[in-house]
């Protein structure tokens, strides 16, 4: 009895340092396209800004959760354009990092919203080169602009932000993020990372006929670098929605997109949460997944 004992502590305790060891180890990430331009480093994130000799206007862009910012590139391609991609702490970014001489020390804890919405605002205070400035934000990049706009609204005056399929106050994600699913998390993101693509999740992510959204696609469990990122994550997108507002959307002004086969976000509570928004519009792409600039660009308003 003793030694049964013993073995089931022995297995137990071998179960807890590999879970503890998928948690926490560095993981490789996927393979990225060319970036012409300087990656900044801001504490744990970086913010990549591409080479524009004379841009007309500029577009700061935050990507969503395990997202890259490959979401935006081909989207905002024009050379005239000063496109600024954030990356999330503990992602793996577009190139080499240098770190950046504006950046300051950042009190929110990594992985969390506030986090990088505090990486966003140093971008924003510092990088724009023009008089016009579009503020970007797709799915859990859409709570992490409100949540810049509240640290530093005086930022957003004269600024059009667009909340693409936008993680927003008081609204929903599809599913729910429990204790178990958090605990089992670290066993799940190896399999995930072995066939991103599965006939189990294929809906999720709408039409893959195009190959740079399948590209897109298939990177998503390589682009944080480890685990408890993705863990944390999902915390703060679970906590950030229940315990913020309307009064979220006071200093900004601009869209929201909202996706009508949106498998990751619940459309319904998305749209009632921005129809409380004064400075907002609502625009709708009835057939388009999660994955909107792919699916309805045309939808997007036209740059200024």
């Not at 994130?45 to 935050?62: D, F, G, I, K, N």
């Not at 399929?165 to 190896?190: D, E, I, K, S």
């Not at 390589?222 to 979220?248: K, Y």
Request: glycine share 6%; charged share 20%; net charge positive.
């Amino acid at each position: 009895m003793v030694e049964l004992l013993l073995t089931i502590i022995a297995m137990a305790c071998g179960v807890l340092l590999v879970r503890a060891w998928l948690l926490y180890r560095p993981q490789p990430g996927f393979a990225r396209e060319p970036f012409d331009g300087v990656v900044y480093a801001v504490g744990d994130a970086t913010v990549a800004e591409r080479t524009s000799l004379a841009p007309r206007t500029t577009v700061v862009c935050m990507h969503g959760f395990v997202e890259s910012p490959a979401y935006f590139t081909h989207f905002y391609a024009e050379p005239s354009v000063q496109l600024v991609l954030i990356s999330s702490a503990d992602y793996h970014p577009l190139g080499t990092p240098v770190q950046a001489p504006w950046a300051r020390p950042i009190a929110a804890p990594p992985g969390s919203i506030e986090y990088d919405a505090a990486v966003l605002v140093q971008a924003l205070e510092h990088l724009p080169r023009t008089p016009t400035i579009r503020v970007h934000g797709h799915s859990r990049g859409g709570a992490v602009v409100l949540e810049a706009s509240v640290q530093r609204p005086e930022l957003f005056a004269g600024v059009e932000v667009l909340l693409d399929t936008p993680v927003l106050p008081q609204a929903r994600v599809r599913g729910r993020t429990t204790a178990l699913m958090l605990w089992l998390l670290p066993f799940f993101v190896p399999l995930w990372r072995a066939k991103p693509i599965t006939p189990r999740n294929a809906k999720v992510w709408g039409r893959l006929d195009d190959a740079r959204k399948r590209a897109l696609i298939m990177s998503l469990p390589f682009n944080p670098r480890r685990a408890i990122t993705i863990a944390r994550g999902l915390l703060s997108i679970r906590d950030w929605q229940a315990r913020t507002d309307e009064r979220h959307y006071d200093a900004v002004r601009g869209c929201v997109l909202i996706a009508g086969d949106d498998r990751v976000l619940d459309s319904r509570s998305m749209r009632a949460s921005a129809e409380r928004a004064k400075g907002l519009r609502i625009i709708e792409a009835p057939g388009s997944s999660h994955f909107l600039l792919f699916d309805s660009p045309e939808v997007v308003p036209p740059l200024p």
